[in-house]
């Protein structure tokens, strides 16, 4: 849904030279981070899986740079700066 459905919808909708701005969680520094012991398992935990507070508080995937780098390519956006 996210490459197919939601990032289709927001570049469909931006004017031309117009910013789309998306803050997603670092998962490779995330396990990094946690692999060298500078990042406690709660805080990977909830980074990766979200708060789980509320409908919708949760994660479906998580990003790199270059991961999140090639789907907003695959999906139409230019000029990607992550």
Known sequence: DLERRLLPYWRDRLRPGGVFRATVPDGVAMLDGYAKGEI???DLRSVLYGGQEYEGDF??????????TELLA???FTEVEV
Do not use: C, D, I, Q
Request: overall charge negative; glycine content about 12%; cysteine-free.
């Open 59 to 68: 994660h479906f995937t998580m990003f790199g740079a270059e991961t999140l």
């Open 74 to 76: 695959r999906a139409g």
């Open 40 to 42: 406690p398992f709660e």
